[in-house]
């Protein structure tokens, strides 16, 4: 039996909406620890939703790769029950995290507070990915576009950060506090940087296929931007762990080369964008939507992140909600902005006329996330810099910070609200539309997609 190529993409919708709601529910919690009732304080929904949120961009990544790799290498439609042992062990296990935290069992660490036992499984369906990846990429590794370099070293990387991040369960390593930290923040530093490798390679694929130019995947400046997130992802942790002593032009070396693939990336998407015919663009028009609003997202990211490395300023910004607006302006605005065109891309290939009748719907979804993301990421910013000025500057105990803080930050729960509309409609709209009963009848009309729009 064939594996369903949207049963993973449609599972981490679903992972979505429940980081929005639960996201709502903590931002509300702020000003009420126990609003939600004893059981459920902010720092038990805080990791739930942390960790929802991690697995949505995840799932829907390894779901993409899956999805546009099978398009790719037609040879891998022969190993398809590797990715069913994998996707059920990945689902199984982010099911058993979930339950976890309901039923109150916690114990691992940040951003993967479920119970450590959980990472066993997760750790084999990635193996199982990769093994039923790579023996096919390698065979033809050279000849091949940014994209699948991307998507296998990602993979790679993810697996061995991800064992990484759990080093401190032997003793060695949680017996030394900065020996511990200094391992745990390295780790999920190149966590972040393998999953961007996923997703920038979506990027490229998207780019190609849209603009049918498979050049731009294969230039200088792809491979560039390639081994700058190699080299991102390698030392990026230098910015992560800025409370163990540690030499600051590690810091401003890793902070340094993040910032120069975001520069890289603009400009790629840039003259993208800048030669994309006008035929193109209304023929691919909620995914180009979603890939210039990542643009702008990085950089916005961009102008944050160079604020933060100015060493005055970042002497203020530890453990204020600047951080947070970094950590969620990144995974929001840059990481679901594209996973959101990439979903959409296949949505508008293979369903044209059901997505053109939600036409409306998906505008309204697009701009009310988008508007509201700037609210809530300006919200955050500015709760920050009053936290910073009181706690940091003045000596002011935390009381009186969040007090002061308290209209930004409802101003950021109530964008909260907006973003959960919003994408909440786009998610919706996409659970509708990659149904596989659906598309497969689609796909037998495909050749004569015009016909078909019009008797729809
Ligand atoms: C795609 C949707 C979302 C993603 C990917 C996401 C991601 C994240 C991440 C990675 C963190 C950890 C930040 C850190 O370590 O500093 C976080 C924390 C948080 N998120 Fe979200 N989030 C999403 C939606 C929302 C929404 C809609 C709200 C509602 C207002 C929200 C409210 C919060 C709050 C209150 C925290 C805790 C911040 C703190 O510890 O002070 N999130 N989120």
């Given at each position: 039996?064939?594996?369903?190529p949207?049963l993973?993409l449609?599972?981490?919708l679903?992972?979505?909406?429940?980081?929005?709601?639960?996201?709502?529910?903590i931002?509300?919690?702020?000003?009420?620890?126990?609003?939600w009732?004893?059981?459920?304080p902010?720092?038990?929904?805080r990791?739930?939703?942390?960790s929802s949120?991690?697995?949505?961009i995840?799932?829907a990544?390894q779901?993409?790769?899956?999805y546009?790799t099978?398009e790719?290498?037609?040879?891998?439609?022969?190993r398809?029950?590797?990715i069913?042992?994998?996707?059920?062990?990945?689902m199984?296990?982010?099911v058993?995290?979930?339950?976890?935290f309901?039923f109150?069992e916690?114990?691992g660490?940040?951003?993967w507070e479920?119970?450590?036992?959980?990472?066993?499984p997760i750790?084999l369906s990635w193996?199982?990915?990769a093994a039923?990846?790579?023996?096919v990429v390698?065979?033809?590794f050279r000849?091949?576009?940014?994209?699948?370099?991307?998507?296998s070293?990602g993979?790679?990387?993810?697996?061995?950060?991800?064992i990484?991040?759990?080093?401190?369960?032997?003793?060695?390593f949680?017996?030394n506090?900065?020996?511990d930290?200094t391992?745990q923040?390295?780790?999920?530093?190149?966590?972040?940087?393998?999953?961007?490798?996923l997703i920038y390679g979506?990027?490229?694929?998207l780019m190609t296929?849209?603009?049918?130019?498979?050049?731009?995947?294969?230039s200088?400046?792809?491979?560039?931007?390639?081994?700058l997130?190699?080299?991102n992802?390698m030392f990026?942790?230098g910015h992560h762990?800025?409370?163990?002593?540690?030499?600051?032009w590690?810091r401003?070396v890793?902070?340094?080369i993040?910032?120069?693939?975001w520069?890289f990336?603009?400009?790629m998407l840039?003259s993208?964008?800048?030669?994309?015919t006008?035929?193109?663009?209304l023929?691919?028009?909620?995914?180009?939507?979603?890939?210039s609003?990542?643009?702008?997202?990085?950089?916005?990211?961009?102008?944050?992140a160079?604020?933060m490395?100015?060493?005055?300023?970042?002497?203020?910004t530890?453990?204020?909600?600047?951080v947070?607006?970094?950590?969620?302006g990144?995974?929001i605005?840059?990481n679901?902005?594209i996973?959101f065109?990439a979903?959409f891309?296949?949505?508008?290939?293979?369903?044209a006329?059901?997505?053109?009748r939600?036409?409306?719907w998906?505008?309204?979804?697009f701009?009310?996330?988008?508007i509201s993301m700037?609210v809530?990421?300006?919200?955050?910013?500015?709760?920050?810099?009053v936290?910073?000025?009181?706690m940091i500057?003045?000596?002011q105990?935390?009381?009186?910070?969040?007090?002061?803080a308290k209209?930004?930050?409802?101003?950021?729960?109530?964008?909260?609200i907006?973003?959960?509309?919003?994408?909440g409609?786009?998610?919706?709209?996409l659970?509708r539309l990659?149904?596989?009963?659906h598309?497969?009848?689609?796909h037998?009309?495909?050749?004569?997609?015009?016909?078909?729009s019009n008797?729809?």
């Amino acid at each position: 039996m064939k594996n369903n190529p949207y049963l993973l993409l449609r599972f981490s919708l679903f992972l979505l909406l429940f980081a929005l709601v639960l996201g709502v529910l903590i931002a509300f919690a702020y000003f009420k620890k126990d609003l939600w009732g004893a059981y459920f304080p902010f720092e038990k929904l805080r990791p739930m939703h942390v960790s929802s949120a991690i697995f949505w961009i995840l799932s829907a990544a390894q779901g993409l790769v899956f999805y546009f790799t099978k398009e790719h290498f037609k040879e891998l439609s022969k190993r398809e029950w590797l990715i069913k042992v994998s996707q059920g062990l990945w689902m199984g296990s982010i099911v058993w995290a979930l339950a976890s935290f309901l039923f109150g069992e916690y114990g691992g660490r940040e951003y993967w507070e479920y119970p450590p036992i959980i990472n066993l499984p997760i750790l084999l369906s990635w193996l199982c990915f990769a093994a039923y990846l790579y023996p096919v990429v390698f065979a033809k590794f050279r000849s091949q576009p940014v994209y699948v370099w991307l998507w296998s070293t990602g993979t790679l990387f993810f697996i061995l950060s991800f064992i990484e991040s759990n080093l401190w369960m032997l003793p060695w390593f949680r017996e030394n506090f900065i020996r511990d930290i200094t391992v745990q923040w390295k780790a999920n530093g190149a966590i972040v940087g393998a999953w961007n490798q996923l997703i920038y390679g979506l990027v490229f694929y998207l780019m190609t296929r849209i603009s049918g130019k498979e050049d731009s995947a294969r230039s200088w400046q792809a491979f560039f931007f390639y081994f700058l997130g190699m080299a991102n992802l390698m030392f990026n942790w230098g910015h992560h762990t800025y409370n163990v002593p540690a030499a600051s032009w590690v810091r401003h070396v890793a902070y340094a080369i993040s910032m120069t693939e975001w520069v890289f990336l603009l400009n790629m998407l840039y003259s993208f964008r800048k030669k994309l015919t006008h035929a193109k663009k209304l023929a691919n028009w909620v995914s180009y939507h979603f890939i210039s609003a990542a643009e702008v997202w990085i950089f916005l990211n961009l102008l944050l992140a160079l604020a933060m490395s100015i060493p005055a300023i970042n002497r203020y910004t530890h453990g204020t909600h600047i951080v947070v607006a970094h950590a969620m302006g990144t995974t929001i605005g840059i990481n679901s902005m594209i996973l959101f065109g990439a979903l959409f891309y296949i949505a508008e290939r293979s369903h044209a006329t059901l997505l053109a009748r939600f036409r409306k719907w998906i505008r309204a979804g697009f701009l009310i996330s988008n508007i509201s993301m700037f609210v809530f990421w300006l919200g955050l910013i500015a709760a920050g810099v009053v936290k910073a000025r009181l706690m940091i500057g003045e000596n002011q105990p935390f009381q009186v910070a969040m007090k002061a803080a308290k209209p930004y930050l409802l101003g950021f729960s109530y964008a909260g609200i907006g973003l959960l509309i919003g994408f909440g409609l786009c998610a919706i709209l996409l659970l509708r539309l990659l149904r596989p009963a659906h598309i497969s009848q689609v796909h037998q009309h495909e050749p004569d997609q015009n016909k078909h729009s019009n008797q729809e």
